[in-house]
């Protein structure tokens, strides 16, 4: 669908394929059973052999590997500009650089939304809707709980944790290797599905990236670069699938934070998209806990 939409309105894009690639026997049959999981969901992958990984991307170091042939990657900005190019003709309004301050139900059963405008000749402005729609990212668990009481389950239930992870970028040193891959590559995820791992990434000229590596942050501004694993972790966990990768070859890109709705060290929690009629809210929709726009999937 995305694809698509992406050809309809000249959004860049390519379907470079993902693999996400096991070191162990124990870990190749984490594959399989994903593998399973994804053809009762109908979702294209297949196993791929050592031989033909060897084959195809031979900088890359498999055990065994599960190929996801329809991933791909796409201009995030050019995608951001006709979507919003889409709303404007549909007669949406978009109204940045506004802050929700706080959100009421209303006597029509719609809600009331009090925004802050960032003008100073109308600081706050009302807005009434039969629907509404909390995709705040970092700061859904804040919105959602404006709804309700200070001892209402939803101040637990979707309270957020930060996860902040760091991106470095493959520098080609000159006296390194030459590495040359074709498409994504994730590594198998730990057991409580903290992170996706440093994986492989590849931006639309080419270039090869790595991370998000991951340190639980209790500020959901906190974009700072510096601090995180030493450089030379990070280097020994890309190495595990790509061997020829060293430190040096490495440099700090940029930071990014991810939401989640799991407990540092606790056990996985799944994102919410939830409309809320059962809790008393109907036409409220919360999505909570996304920790990434899923631009590769």
Avoid at 136 to 160: F, N, Q, T
Wanted: aromatic share 8%.
């Amino acid at each position: 669908m995305l694809y698509k939409y992406c050809k309809e309105h000249n959004v860049p894009f390519k379907k470079t394929g993902k693999w996400v690639v096991a070191q162990s026997d124990e870990q190749a049959e984490y594959l399989r059973q994903l593998a399973a999981h994804c053809a009762d969901v109908d979702v294209p992958v297949h196993m791929v052999s050592q031989k033909q990984a060897k084959h195809d991307e031979p900088c890359v170091q498999a055990h065994a590997v599960l190929a996801s042939p329809t991933t791909g990657i796409i201009d995030s900005h050019a995608l951001m500009s006709a979507l919003h190019q889409d709303l404007t003709e549909r007669g949406a309004d978009l109204a940045v650089g506004t802050e929700v301050q706080a959100i009421h139900r209303d006597d029509t059963g719609g809600y009331r939304v009090l925004v802050a405008t960032g003008d100073s000749d109308v600081p706050y402005m009302a807005v009434r809707a039969a629907f509404v729609v909390n995709a705040a990212g970092l700061w859904a668990d804040r919105i959602a709980c404006m709804l309700v009481p200070d001892d209402h389950e939803w101040h637990s239930k979707y309270k957020l944790h930060f996860a902040k992870g760091r991106y470095y970028l493959h520098t080609n040193s000159s006296n390194s290797p030459s590495i040359s891959v074709q498409r994504l590559v994730y590594p198998v995820p730990d057991k409580q599905i903290t992170s996706l791992g440093t994986h492989l990434t590849l931006d639309m000229g080419g270039a090869i990236r790595f991370g998000p590596d991951l340190e639980w942050v209790s500020s959901n501004t906190d974009y700072a670069t510096d601090g995180g694993e030493p450089i030379k972790k990070v280097a020994a966990a890309i190495a595990e699938y790509l061997p020829m990768i060293q430190a040096k070859d490495l440099a700090p890109g940029y930071t990014g934070i991810r939401p989640k709705l799991q407990l540092p060290g606790g056990v996985f929690r799944d994102f919410v998209i939830k409309e809320e009629s059962d809790a008393g809210f109907p036409g409220f929709v919360n999505l909570v806990g996304i920790e990434s726009p899923g631009l590769t999937s």
